[in-house]
């Protein structure tokens, strides 16, 4: 999680990625943030991102990222 | 048939009329008929093609779904007998069956768009090629009629073919409901390009008759034809002047004719959608919206954020992410990072999905240079701005202006300005003579050109820039009032019949008084139609 909150603060570091769960919804994190998250991840944590798992539900919060990067590692 | 034909007027009063009248299981059945009179209508040799697109999405998705049903229940009877590899194996032979089904449809669907909608414009390139090397030999050109909305169904099935595959929703089973969707005449010609799991909620429901929700979509109905008529049809005839005599109307009859093009199209667009988005709520239907105060815009990705909002989301789902995240692409992340550097290698790639994403919308709006040129330019815009963000960070730590109001006008006086300049590659449909006349726009810039009576010889009289004057201010006033108290149709919703039904027997005079037509008079093509 430290490293994924490292990452969103890269992008942001204004932005309080702990306790916000409307990252995608406000506005937050727009298209360009996304595709550079994605390959940030890929990066740091070796998970490929499918396109299809690119939905609000999975980036709206860090606690929905961390889960998503779990549950793709696992699979 | 034009949404400004009487024939249309007829179709959807008609189809209205029976809608609540036969008996509800009937109503969408009514809406495939009515779509395919609506189609009959522009050439019954298009219906072969929409047909062939409706029929092959249904059949792939069906099989893609198929697909998944029987994974599905091979991994429930081997819960127990198989390891996370044998799993794995058994969702990848699937997904590679699936591929299969999506890539095949999307080649033929695809191909068909191709070749009706650009073969002629590879041509006229190959023949230019051929010139340049000295060649004689030259490509005979095709003679196939570009259907009418093909841009518009293709995209639209094509992501609900895309959708299934991702296992976002299960294939639909009713091959005429799929059709349904493909065809629903209020959207065929200029969208919105809506997403299957949000129109076949209420495409498909049964509908009860509300003469409220009736009413309210007519106003609606209402609303756009007077954008349409008395905005956008009554400033088309300056535009043209000034666009089809360059040589006449330079300098800063560029500007005027940039200005005057904005205000055509906006009303022309936003009012053909409003058209649509209220037929639809005349029926129960609600279709997504496509625009949300775009001249309003602060940057130019806001600007795309709020502009024909369904096709940008197209894009952005269906050609960006999936190529930013593509495995080629984060190799190239990878690779930009060693070589170029953590900053920029970082970017690399998603600027290069950028421009070909771009790429790819410019050309969806026409087969012509002028439309890559604008969806590159719009391409280039977005990364100059991304890369003068540690700059505008600067200049907002040293002038902290950000948020206050004066700041706000200025960023969106600065991306109006913006978007019409790229629109111009739109408007003169020529990329030198574009480049030519923006050059012109500040070398010679006179305004005392424009205001020594030449605006009255643009076609408009005095009389037509009073119309269009007032009618400015009553759309700019109805935006405002939105944004400070809410819809004004939801809010005349909760007043009285009488008052509902007077105002909007007031917009259908104002349309009949102050409507760019009559006798002799053509009202013109919207021009989203032609993408």
């Known amino acids: ?75 | 048939m034009l949404f400004t034909s009487y024939s249309f007027v007829l179709l959807v009063a008609a189809t209205t009329l029976l809608y609540y009248v036969l008996p509800r299981k009937a109503q969408w059945p009514l809406l495939l008929v009515a779509s395919g009179v609506f189609y009959w209508f522009a050439g019954p040799s298009f219906l072969i093609h929409l047909t062939v697109t409706s029929v092959t999405t249904w059949f792939a998705a069906l099989r893609i779904g198929g697909i998944g049903g029987r994974l599905a229940t091979a991994l429930a009877a081997g819960k127990e007998s198989l390891d996370k590899e044998g799993r794995k194996a058994l969702k990848a032979k699937a997904k590679s069956a699936q591929r299969v089904w999506m890539l095949a449809a999307l080649l033929l669907n695809f191909g068909i768009l191709a070749v009706v909608k650009y073969a002629n414009f590879a041509i006229v390139n190959v023949n230019a090629a051929l010139a340049a090397f000295g060649s004689a030999e030259k490509l005979s050109f095709l003679t196939i009629a570009l259907p009418m909305g093909i841009s518009f169904y293709t995209f639209k099935t094509m992501a609900y073919l895309i959708d299934v595959y991702r296992g976002k929703f299960p294939a639909e089973r009713n091959v005429f409901r799929l059709a349904l969707f493909a065809s629903f005449f209020p959207q065929l010609v200029q969208g919105p390009i809506s997403r299957f799991d949000d129109l076949s909620k209420s495409l498909f429901e049964e509908h009860r008759f509300d003469r409220r929700v009736v009413l309210s979509g007519l106003q609606r109905v209402l609303w756009g034809f007077f954008k349409k008529l008395v905005v956008a049809d009554r400033i088309l005839p300056a535009v043209a002047a000034i666009v089809k005599n360059p040589d006449q109307y330079d300098g800063a009859f560029v500007l005027v004719g940039m200005l005057f093009y904005a205000v055509q199209l906006y009303a022309d667009f936003t009012g053909g959608i409003d058209i649509t988005i209220g037929i639809s709520e005349m029926l129960g239907i609600r279709v997504a919206e496509n625009f949300n105060a775009p001249f309003l815009a602060r940057s130019i990705t806001d600007y795309w954020r709020r502009w024909h909002i369904t096709m940008g989301t197209w894009f952005r789902d269906y050609i960006f992410y999936p190529m930013s995240v593509s495995g080629p692409m984060l190799k190239l992340s990878r690779w930009g990072r060693e070589k170029l550097g953590e900053g920029f290698g970082r970017r690399l790639t998603v600027y290069l999905t950028t421009l070909v994403t771009w790429f790819a919308t410019g050309i969806w709006h026409g087969s012509s240079w002028n439309f890559v040129a604008w969806g590159l330019a719009n391409g280039l815009a977005i990364i100059v701005s991304q890369e003068c963000e540690p700059l505008y960070a600067r200049f907002h730590r040293r002038f902290p202006w950000k948020g206050k109001p004066a700041y706000a006008a200025f960023e969106v006086v600065r991306t109006f300005l913006l978007m019409s300049c790229l629109r111009m590659f739109d408007t003169y449909r020529d990329v030198p003579l574009t480049f030519r006349m923006f050059g012109s726009m500040f070398a010679r810039f006179d305004l005392a050109r424009v205001f020594d009576g030449s605006l009255l010889k643009l076609g408009l009289s005095v009389a037509d820039y009073g119309v269009l004057a007032a009618a400015l201010v009553l759309l700019v006033a109805s935006r405002v009032a939105k944004d400070r108290a809410g819809d004004f149709r939801s809010r005349l919703a909760e007043r009285p019949a009488a008052l509902r039904t007077a105002l909007t027997f007031v917009l259908l005079l104002l349309i009949l008084v102050f409507g760019a037509y009559g006798i002799g008079y053509d009202a013109k093509q919207f021009i989203y139609n032609q993408f």
């Open chain 1, 1 to 75: 999680m430290d490293e994924l909150l490292a990452i969103l603060r890269k992008l942001h570091a204004d932005v309080d990625f702990e306790h916000r769960a409307d990252l995608i919804d406000a506005g937050v994190l727009d298209s360009f943030d996304i595709v550079t998250l994605v390959a940030e991840i890929d990066h740091v944590f070796d998970v490929r991102i499918p396109a299809e798992e690119i939905v609000p539900e999975n980036f709206n919060s860090a606690a929905a990222l961390d889960a998503m990067i779990r549950r793709l590692s696992d699979d």
